[in-house]
C-alpha cells in the first residue's frame, strides 16, 4: 500500500511549497498571491499542487490567485471545502481546459449557479467539461433564479448531493446531450419522471436517501424499467423509511438486464434469497450493497468471489462498505460498529483497514458517532503488537485524527479515552511524526478535567513520553502553564498520601522531571507549588524505591541548575538529606544527589548561606562518592543538551564539581556516542575540555577523564567528520 512507501519526491516538494507558500509569492494589489518564479508548471502537477491545497484546508480567497494567468494549466481541478467568492473562482479557475471540477463543501458565499455560470463563461469548458461535483452547496441565492445546466452540453457525469435541488432542476439537467452518470442522493426531488429524457444514454443513477420522493412504488419501478442502459443503480437509505422498494425491485425479472451494480443498503425487507435469485438473473452482476440490511449472510453473498458485496457479515464487506461510503456519514458508523466486533480479537496487522477507518474519520471529523466508533477501532487495530506492522506513516494520519477528534469532543468521556488508549502505545509516542506540543497540551487538558484512576495513569504515561520529546522551548511553554504542574503535584500528593507505588506515580514524576527540564519558568511554578516540601516528603516516603528516588533527584538538579532559585534549596533539612543520598549504595540515586550538591556548590561561597564548614564536607564528600561508583551497565540519563555542564567544568577551585560533570559527561558519551559525541562538539565543548586538560590546576583525576572523554570525541570525528558548529535541539 502507499502508506508503506517513503513520500513521493513530489509530495515532498508540493508539501513544502503548500506549507509555506506566502514565501514563494507576491501579493497582488487585490491581496491575492502569484508566484515569483515564471516558470509553467505540467498539468498534472498543477492538478496535484490544487488538491493537496484543498485536502489541507489552504484554498482562500488570496492562494487561490496562483492559479491565475497560464502559469498553472488545469485539468481535472479539486476545491473541494475552499473559502472563495465567485469572482475568486471566476478569476482562478474559469480560464482554464478542465474537463473536472470537484466543489464539494465549497463556502456558502458561492452558488452552484455562480459556478456554472462561471464555467459557461470559457466555450471550450462548455463543450468539454466532462464530470462535475457540486455536493452539499447552495443552488442559487436568488428566487427565482435561472436554470443554467443545459450550456454544458459536454457534460458526462453530475453529482449533486445534499443541495436543495427540485424537479424543475432535474428536468434542467436530464436534457444534458450527453449525460451518462447522474447522483441526486439527498435532494428535494419528489418525482424522478424526467429521467425518462434521458433514458437512452443514462448508465449510472444514485438516488441515496432521496428522502422527498412522493411517488408510489410502482410509478419509480415504471420509471426504473424504461431506463434500459442503467449498469449501476443505487436506492439505498439510511434506513429511515419502511418502503417496500427493494423488495420488490429484486422481484422483478424483466427490468435492468444491463445492471452490473445494485445498492439496496439500509431497505427494509431484503432477503438473501431475493438477491440471489435477482443476481444470478443478471449474470453481469459485480457489486450488491447490503450494509444495515437483514442480507448477506448467505454464501453466496460473502462477497469474496467475483461478486462484490458491501455489508456486515464478515471483513470483506465491512471493508467494501467502507470503501464505498466513505462520504455517508450513517453507513460509515455502521460498517465502524461491526468492525469493531470483529477487531476486538483480531491478531493480525490490518493496515488495509486501519487506512479505510482513517478515510472515514477525516471525512466526518465532527460527527460524533462516526469518531466514537472510528477511535475504537483504532484502538482494536493498533493496540500492542499490532501497531509494530502499521506503516508510519498510516500511524502519523490516525494520530493526527484522533487529536482532532479529542480537540473537537473534549467533554466527551468515551471518546476521549477511546483517543487515549490509541495514544498510548511505545510505537505511536516514540516513532510515529505528529505535532507532539499540541498533543501534550490536549492529554494535559484532560487529566486537569477528569478523575477516572485507569484513564489518569495512561494520561500521564503518554505526558512523561511526549514531555521528553518536546524541544526546550516548547518544554518551557508546556510547562508554563501553571495548571499543568499544580495537577500533576496534586497526583503526586495523593499517591504520596496513600503510600502508594504504581505506574501513576512514576509515570508523573517522569512527566515534572521533563517539564522542568531547562525551563525555569516550570521550576519556579514547581517551587512556588510547594513542590519541594511534597518532594522531601517523597524521599522519606519511599527510601527503599530506588527508581522513585532517582526520578524525585533528576528533577531536584533540574531545579538546581536554576541561578534564580538557589536560595529556595539553601534549606538546612533538604541539604542534609541529599547528603544522606549522595552515600547510596544505588549509584542512580547518588549521582543525581551529587548533581544537586555540584550545582548548588559551583555558585561560590557567598552563594552558600548554610553552614560553610557543611559546604567544604559537602565537596570532599562529592569527590570522594563519585571516584567509588561503578560504570553503569545501561545509559541512567539523557540529556537535551550539555549547556548546564559547561559553568561546572570552570570551576578549577572546586574539584569536586568539576569531577562530577565530567563523569556525566563521560558516561553518555561513551553509552550513546552517536548522539552525545557530536552534541558535546556542536555545543563547544571541546574548548572546556581543553582548558581542563591544559590548566596545571586541575585536579589529577578530573583531568583523567576529561583526556578520556577527548580521545572518545577524536575518534569520533575521524569516523563521522566534524559537525556544523551549531546547537542542535536534542530530545531529552
Not at 442559487?140 to 443554467?148: F, G, I
Request: with cysteine; net charge negative; charged share 20%.
Amino acid at each position: 500500500m502507499e502508506e508503506a512507501s517513503p513520500y513521493s519526491l513530489l509530495d515532498i516538494c508540493l508539501n513544502y511549497l503548500t506549507t509555506d507558500l506566502e514565501k514563494f509569492c507576491t501579493e497582488r494589489h487585490d491581496g491575492t498571491l502569484c508566484l515569483q518564479e515564471p516558470g509553467i508548471f505540467p498539468q498534472e502537477v498543477a492538478d496535484r499542487l490544487l488538491r493537496t491545497m484543498a485536502f489541507n484546508g489552504l484554498l482562500n480567497e488570496a492562494t487561490v490567485g496562483i492559479f491565475r494567468g497560464n502559469q498553472m494549466r488545469l485539468k481535472r481541478a479539486c476545491i473541494r471545502r475552499a473559502k472563495i467568492s465567485a469572482v475568486a473562482f471566476r478569476k482562478a479557475f474559469c480560464h482554464h481546459k478542465l474537463v473536472e471540477l470537484d466543489a464539494t463543501g465549497v463556502n456558502a458565499d458561492i452558488t452552484i449557479t455562480d459556478i456554472i455560470s462561471g464555467l459557461g463563461s470559457n466555450k471550450w469548458i462548455q463543450q468539454n467539461l466532462q464530470c462535475l461535483v457540486l455536493n452539499s452547496l447552495t443552488l442559487s441565492l436568488e428566487d427565482p433564479y435561472e436554470r443554467c445546466f443545459s450550456q454544458l452540453t459536454g457534460l458526462r457525469a453530475l453529482s449533486i448531493t445534499n443541495v436543495l435541488f427540485y424537479n424543475e432542476d432535474l428536468a434542467d439537467v436530464a436534457s444534458l446531450p450527453k449525460l451518462e452518470s447522474l447522483d441526486i442522493s439527498n435532494t428535494s426531488v419528489t418525482d424522478i419522471t424526467a429521467l425518462l429524457a434521458c433514458k437512452d444514454r443514462l448508465k449510472s443513477l444514485t438516488m441515496h436517501h432521496l428522502k422527498c420522493l412522493k411517488m408510489t412504488t410502482t410509478q419509480i419501478l415504471d420509471v426504473i424499467r424504461e431506463l434500459k442502459y442503467l449498469n449501476h443503480l443505487d436506492i439505498s437509505d439510511d434506513k429511515q423509511f419502511t418502503s417496500d422498494i427493494a423488495l420488490r425491485l429484486l422481484e422483478q425479472k424483466d427490468i435492468l438486464s444491463s445492471l452490473v451494480s445494485l445498492d439496496i443498503s439500509g431497505r427494509k425487507h431484503v432477503t438473501d434469497e431475493a438477491v440471489e435469485a435477482f443476481v444470478q438473473q443478471r449474470p453481469s452482476m459485480q457489486f450488491v450493497g447490503l450494509l444495515a440490511t437483514d442480507a448477506g449472510y448467505s454464501l453466496f453473498l460473502t462477497g469474496e468471489g467475483h461478486l462484490k458485496v458491501s455489508g456486515e457479515a464478515n471483513e470483506t464487506q465491512i471493508s467494501e462498505a467502507l470503501r464505498r461510503y466513505s462520504e455517508r456519514a450513517f453507513f460509515v458508523r455502521e460498517a465502524l460498529f461491526h468492525l469493531f466486533s470483529l477487531t476486538h480479537i483480531m491478531e493480525k496487522t490490518k493496515p488495509e483497514i486501519l487506512k479505510l477507518v482513517v478515510i472515514g474519520m477525516r471525512n466526518h471529523p465532527l460527527n460524533l458517532p462516526v469518531q466514537l466508533a472510528a477511535s475504537a477501532c483504532v484502538f482494536n487495530l493498533t493496540k500492542q503488537e499490532l501497531a509494530l506492522g502499521m506503516p508510519v506513516r498510516l500511524l502519523a494520519d490516525v494520530t493526527h485524527l484522533l487529536l482532532k477528534a479529542m480537540e473537537h469532543f473534549p467533554n466527551h468521556q468515551q471518546l476521549q479515552k477511546n483517543c487515549l488508549l490509541s495514544l498510548c502505545s511505545d510505537r505511536i509516542l516514540q516513532d510515529v511524526p505528529f505535532n507532539r506540543f499540541e498533543a501534550a497540551k490536549l492529554v494535559m487538558q484532560w487529566l486537569c478535567n477528569h478523575e477516572d484512576q485507569n484513564m489518569q495513569r495512561m494520561a500521564v504515561a503518554i505526558i512523561s513520553i511526549l514531555a521528553a520529546k518536546l524541544s526546550t522551548e516548547q518544554t518551557a511553554q508546556l510547562g508554563a502553564e501553571l495548571f499543568i504542574v499544580r495537577q500533576l503535584l496534586q497526583i503526586v500528593k495523593q499517591k504520596t498520601n496513600q503510600n502508594v507505588v504504581d505506574t501513576t506515580l512514576k509515570f508523573t514524576l517522569s512527566a515534572l522531571w521533563n517539564l522542568t527540564d531547562e525551563s525555569p519558568t516550570t521550576c519556579r511554578h514547581f517551587i512556588e507549588n510547594q513542590g519541594l516540601e511534597l518532594f522531601m516528603k517523597v524521599l522519606e516516603s519511599f527510601q527503599t524505591e530506588s527508581s522513585i528516588q532517582q526520578k524525585v533527584l533528576g528533577l531536584l538538579n533540574n531545579i538546581a541548575e536554576v541561578k534564580e532559585l538557589h536560595s529556595e534549596l539553601m534549606w538546612k533539612d533538604f541539604i542534609d538529606h541529599i547528603s544522606k543520598l549522595l552515600h547510596s549504595v544505588e549509584v542512580e540515586v547518588s549521582y543525581f544527589a551529587a548533581g544537586i550538591i555540584a550545582h548548588l556548590i559551583s555558585r561560590g561561597e557567598q552563594a552558600w548561606t548554610l553552614s560553610r564548614n557543611q559546604r567544604t564536607s559537602l565537596l570532599e564528600q562529592l569527590h570522594s562518592a563519585i571516584l567509588k561508583w561503578p560504570t553503569p551497565e545501561c545509559e541512567m540519563v539523557a540529556y537535551r543538551s550539555f549547556n548546564p555542564f559547561f559553568p561546572l567544568l570552570g570551576c578549577f577551585t572546586t574539584p569536586g564539581v568539576q569531577l562530577w560533570a565530567v563523569w556525566a559527561i563521560q558516561h553518555v558519551c561513551s553509552k550513546n556516542p552517536a548522539r552525545y559525541c557530536s552534541m558535546l562538539i556542536e555545543e563547544g565543548g571541546l574548548q572546556h575540555l581543553y582548558n581542563i586538560k591544559e590548566n596545571s590546576q586541575t585536579d589529577p583525576d578530573v583531568q583523567r577523564i576529561a583526556i578520556s572523554i577527548l580521545d572518545s570525541l577524536e575518534k569520533h570525528i575521524l569516523r563521522h567528520g566534524r559537525p556544523p558548529p551549531c546547537r542542535k535541539q536534542s530530545e531529552k
